[in-house]
């Protein structure tokens, strides 16, 4: 795959490690500014140990209470509606298996061909979902036995 493929494909990932990035080291950056003003006004010297300790126990707070939380909501919830969980399944999958029946019956012999150009057009193969059973060998076969009616039959 070319690169190009690749950034653009991941745009949404990459541009989010960005500003994760972007804020986590201005917010190290402004912490750091604000622990030497407050060390100057007490009357000691910075310690890069001392600041280091506190930001990281700042940035872990901060992860924990938001980061992690949204994480589990965001990812969590895609990945349950991507295997399919039966709480978030989206209920398409018998109209899908209706359509492709249709298909087969008014499509004659090319409607496999068909399905399979669609599924692979909407990323329906090769690692993305795909509805549930529509592997099974009685989606594959419904429609199949109805005599195609799109056109007479030949005399």
Same mark, same amino acid.
Do not use: C
């Given at each position: 795959?070319?690169?190009?493929?690749?950034?653009?494909?991941?745009?949404?990932?990459?541009?989010?490690?960005?500003?994760?990035?972007?804020?986590?080291?201005?917010?190290?950056?402004?912490?750091?500014?604000?622990?030497?003003?407050?060390?100057? +006004?007490?009357?000691?010297?910075?310690?890069?140990?001392?600041?280091?300790?506190?930001?990281?126990?700042?940035?872990?707070?901060?992860? +924990?209470?938001?980061?992690?939380?949204?994480?589990?909501?965001?990812?969590?919830?895609?990945?349950?509606?991507?295997?399919?969980?039966?709480?978030?399944?989206?209920?398409?999958?018998?109209?899908?298996?209706?359509?492709?029946?249709?298909?087969?019956?008014?499509?004659?012999?090319?409607?496999?061909?068909?399905?399979?150009?669609?599924?692979?057009?909407?990323?329906?193969?090769?690692?993305?979902?795909?509805?549930?059973?529509?592997?099974?060998?009685?989606?594959?076969?419904?429609?199949?036995?109805?005599?195609?009616?799109?056109?007479?039959?030949?005399?």
């Amino acid at each position: 795959m070319k690169r190009h493929g690749i950034l653009r494909k991941y745009a949404y990932a990459w541009l989010t490690l960005l500003f994760f990035a972007v804020s986590l080291g201005l917010h190290w950056y402004f912490g750091w500014t604000a622990f030497v003003n407050e060390a100057e +006004q007490h009357g000691q010297s910075p310690e890069f140990s001392e600041y280091m300790s506190e930001m990281m126990r700042d940035t872990f707070e901060n992860w +924990q209470s938001e980061f992690l939380q949204l994480l589990w909501q965001v990812v969590g919830l895609a990945y349950f509606l991507y295997v399919g969980s039966p709480s978030s399944k989206e209920n398409d999958d018998r109209l899908e298996a209706k359509i492709d029946a249709l298909l087969r019956i008014t499509g004659g012999e090319e409607a496999n061909k068909l399905i399979d150009g669609l599924d692979e057009h909407y990323l329906r193969n090769e690692g993305h979902p795909k509805p549930h059973g529509h592997d099974a060998d009685f989606v594959h076969q419904v429609g199949s036995n109805i005599r195609h009616v799109a056109t007479p039959p030949i005399r």
